[in-house]
């Protein structure tokens, strides 16, 4: 199973950026997925998450209304549309694919997501 992220950058507060993952060796159909962040000096945290069928997403309160978290089975990836960007986003994001297929409810914390992505770096500039 492989995850692999892309996307991060350089880019000015108030900016976008849009990651994405593509999740290969999975029945991405029936897996939610997350996206966690590390940021510098800190412990990886949660940020958003969306379940198998793209019905329920969950938002961390420090990205809600700023971030959209979307997927596109056909592709195999997972998006994250990151608005209104500010210097404290600045951080690893990571990836993650849930390890129980067609769970109900998104997992919002790093437990049960088992395949993770390498993280691409996001850098926003004051």
């Known amino acids: 199973v492989l995850l692999a992220e892309s996307g991060g950058g350089l880019v000015q507060a108030g900016g976008s950026l849009t990651l994405s993952c593509v999740v290969t060796g999975r029945t991405f159909s029936s897996d939610g997925l997350g996206w966690f962040r590390r940021l510098p000096g800190k412990e990886r945290e949660f940020a958003v998450a969306?379940?198998?069928?793209?019905?329920?997403?969950y938002y961390a309160d420090s990205v809600k209304g700023r971030f959209t978290i979307s997927r596109d089975n056909g592709l195999n990836t997972v998006y994250l549309r990151m608005n209104s960007l500010k210097p404290e986003d600045t951080a690893v994001y990571f990836c993650?694919?849930?390890?129980?297929?067609?769970?109900?409810?998104?997992?919002?914390?790093?437990?049960?997501?088992?395949?993770w992505g390498r993280g691409t770096q996001v850098t926003v500039s004051s």
């Open positions: 993650a694919a849930d390890s129980m297929a067609n769970r109900l409810v998104p997992l919002v914390g790093p437990n049960g997501y088992g395949y």
């Open positions: 969306i379940s198998w069928s793209g019905g329920r997403t």
